[in-house]
């Protein structure tokens, strides 16, 4: 017996499609382990959100400090671990976004607790799939300790439906916060209208084939045509084309929409293992040996420049034409 | 300054992966530094240099968990140009991050570094977990999937950009800390120390970890290697991670090429639904 402590990122005074995929999850551990779903929000505008989240989850706990406003792993890791215990929680969960990845470890180090990372599969209250090796095989394990820490694979759980219900809503203390002198001195960003790359529906992503940041934009209007989001290979990113934020694969981010177009981008193993859960895959490369079109649906050789607007054209006329 | 980088050895990335009795099949593996452990070394050297007068300051110590043979990875990342190497016998199957982290930390409470640089994660096992564990047992802060990072002068702090979903997040740790560092840590501007000078380009294009020079294999031999045991540092902590079983994916079913771009929209619509 035992509940399922699950950290939900939110903004905007809702929980993120991320923090959904990791409810799902929580909802099939909390049954395992015979317990309930706890969600818990810390951080600026964390109560404000309570309710939001308690379409969710039976019991929503917020936590609000000035000292915890924005994310941190040193103040954040003990206030998960105090209240994984105040709650009951055999299994502390995360979705692996930057943030899950880079907290629950720490968290599981402070419980000293065993952790899975990145599964893909519950098999059993205390066993889990997990990809290992780029993806090239997935790996059953076990994890033997009393409490468990788990992050979980977005691309790999659908989001949660809402409860007929709301839950409830408590508000916890942040007890002693300590940043260890720790301080985020800025975040670059570039505000983008798309979709989340990790939720899209679609994702059109481009190589280094596409040559520059510039010949990126009919990408982009592809793109905004299709309602779909950026990606790019890390060549792409690596030669400052596109913001490093767009990379998918293994050390990217993980993509399984039901359409993802790779135009340029030759198939390496560490971009496959980002994409190759994508419903529909299409590849658009002049190389007709580009080990992306063994993996690809649908494949057509010939160059970008011939090849987008051409794509662009005739789609519209497919919508004009609906 | 004194720069502890924990490395592992993996088998190498580029080889196709077998699988037999349901584990990965490791008799013909060639094994190889782990490549973000490379990267992790390449930004130790970084720090602690002057990359133009080829002076170096302080020290960087290498460190692995690992069996007798994991030693030819320790002897790689000394022929980069760390000085010292400590080898802590442990089976891989033997191991998990809590054990690994355990064990690092007996080792940094020995050895005392100002800073640990490490991979983000090992390529094989993809756990993702040992820096952030670590500093956490430590009670040190932690500055993770580290793209640039920046020295202070009076070299009490880390500048760090991090790649995080939104863009990249500049987070500020005083040392000692544990930084993990990310593929793009080894481009040709990504490291400043206010040793080097600032203008100092390592290579060109995407950059990458220094090659070991012939002196610097014939002097990674001379080079200090201790060995312990997982009991000499008292950790006697039983992996909490059992192996049930490995298996590979579901291959993809084979697509096909088409003629042209009005035939793949076509398709697109019509089978696949997918318009
Ligand atoms: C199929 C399979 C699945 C596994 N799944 C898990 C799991 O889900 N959770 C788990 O805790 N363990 C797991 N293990 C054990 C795991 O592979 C390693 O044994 C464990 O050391 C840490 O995981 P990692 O190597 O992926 O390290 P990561 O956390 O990815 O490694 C990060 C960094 O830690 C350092 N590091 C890691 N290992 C060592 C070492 N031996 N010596 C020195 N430095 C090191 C390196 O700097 C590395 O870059 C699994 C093992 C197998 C065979
Ligand atoms: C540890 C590690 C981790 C990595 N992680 C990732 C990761 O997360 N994501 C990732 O993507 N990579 C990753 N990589 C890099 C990966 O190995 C490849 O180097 C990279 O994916 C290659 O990118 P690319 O396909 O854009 O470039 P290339 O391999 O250079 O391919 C470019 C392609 O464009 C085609 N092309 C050129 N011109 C045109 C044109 N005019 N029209 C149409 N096609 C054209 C070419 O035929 C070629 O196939 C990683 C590597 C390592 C070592």
Redesign the interface.
């Known amino acids: 017996m035992g509940n399922v402590l699950a950290f939900c990122e939110f903004g905007d005074g809702a929980l993120k499609a991320s923090a959904l995929s990791n409810l799902t999850f929580a909802r099939a551990a909390a049954a395992a382990h015979g317990g309930e779903v706890i969600a818990l929000l810390v951080g600026a505008g964390a109560a404000a959100a309570g309710p939001a989240a308690a379409r969710y989850a039976g019991k929503v706990v917020t936590v609000e400090h000035g000292d915890l406003a924005a994310y941190l792993a040193e103040t954040y890791a003990p206030v998960v671990a105090r209240l994984a215990g105040d709650h009951g929680a055999t299994v502390v969960t995360a979705t692996a976004t930057a943030v899950g990845k880079d907290l629950l470890p720490r968290v599981a180090a402070l419980l000293d607790a065993g952790m899975a990372s990145d599964i893909s599969r519950l098999d059993g209250a205390t066993q889990f799939t997990r990809p290992i090796l780029a993806g090239n095989a997935y790996a059953q394990i076990e994890v033997t300790t009393p409490v468990i820490c788990v992050t979980v694979r977005q691309s790999e759980f659908p989001q949660a439906e809402e409860l007929g219900a709301a839950g409830e809503v408590v508000a916890a203390d942040a007890g002693a916060v300590d940043a260890l002198g720790a301080r985020i001195d800025r975040v670059e960003s570039q505000k983008s209208d798309r979709p989340e790359l990790t939720s899209a529906k679609v994702v059109v992503s481009g190589g280094r084939g596409m040559q520059s940041g510039d010949n990126f934009k009919v990408l982009e209007e592809l793109a905004d045509l299709l309602g779909a989001a950026m990606g790019a290979s890390r060549a792409a990113t690596d030669a400052g084309m596109v913001p490093a934020d767009w990379q998918v694969g293994q050390t990217g981010k993980i993509v399984a929409p039901n359409l993802y177009i790779a135009v340029a981008i030759s198939g390496a193993i560490q971009h496959l293992a980002g994409m190759k859960g994508s419903k529909t895959i299409v590849a658009i490369n002049k190389d007709p040996e580009a080990p992306i079109f063994q993996v690809a649906d649908y494949g057509v050789v010939t160059t970008w420049e011939k090849a987008i607007p051409e794509l662009v054209e005739e789609i519209k006329k497919l919508k004009a034409s609906r | 300054m004194k720069i502890l980088v924990p490395i592992k050895r993996v088998p190498d990335?580029e080889l196709k992966?077998k699988?037999k009795d349901g584990a990965?099949d490791l008799s013909g593996a060639s094994w190889v530094v782990n490549t973000f452990d490379e990267y992790a070394v390449e930004t130790a050297l970084r720090l602690r240099e002057n990359a133009e007068s080829g002076e170096s300051h302080g020290e960087v110590v290498v460190v692995t968990i690992g069996p007798e043979d994991a030693a030819q990875q320790l002897r790689s990342a000394l022929a980069m140009g760390a000085d010292r190497a400590i080898r802590v016998d442990g089976e891989d199957r033997a191991l998990?991050?809590?054990v690994v982290?355990a064990a690092l930390a007996r080792v940094i409470e020995a050895e005392k570094p100002d800073l640990v640089v490490m991979g983000?994660?090992a390529?094989?096992?993809?756990?993702?977990?040992?820096?952030?564990?670590?500093?956490?047992?430590l009670?040190?802060?932690?500055?993770?999937?580290a793209?640039t990072v920046e020295l202070a002068a009076d070299k009490g702090?880390l500048?760090v950009g991090?790649?995080?979903?939104?863009?990249?997040?500049?987070?500020?740790?005083?040392l000692p800390a544990v930084l993990t560092v990310?593929?793009?840590v080894v481009?040709p501007t990504s490291v400043k120390n206010n040793i080097t000078p600032a203008s100092h380009s390592y290579g060109t294009g995407?950059g990458g970890p220094r090659y070991a020079s012939l002196k610097g294999i014939m002097a990674a031999k001379k080079k200090p290697m201790e060995q312990k045991s997982l009991s000499d540092l008292g950790v006697d902590a039983a992996p909490?991670?059992?192996?049930?079983?490995?298996?590979?994916?579901p291959a993809?079913?084979a697509?096909?090429?088409?003629a042209?771009?009005?035939t793949?929209?076509q398709?697109?619509?019509d089978e696949?639904k997918?318009?």
């Open positions: 990335p992966v699988i990965i998990d991050a809590r982290a983000k994660q390529v094989d096992g993809d756990a993702n977990q040992v820096g952030q564990m670590l500093a956490g047992r009670g040190w802060p932690q500055a993770t999937f793209a702090s500048t991090r790649e995080v979903d939104t863009g990249v997040e500049y987070k500020v740790v005083n990310d593929l793009r481009a995407e909490a991670i059992k192996e049930l079983g490995v298996f590979l994916p993809r079913a697509g096909q090429k088409v042209d771009i009005p793949l929209v398709k697109l619509a696949a997918a318009l």
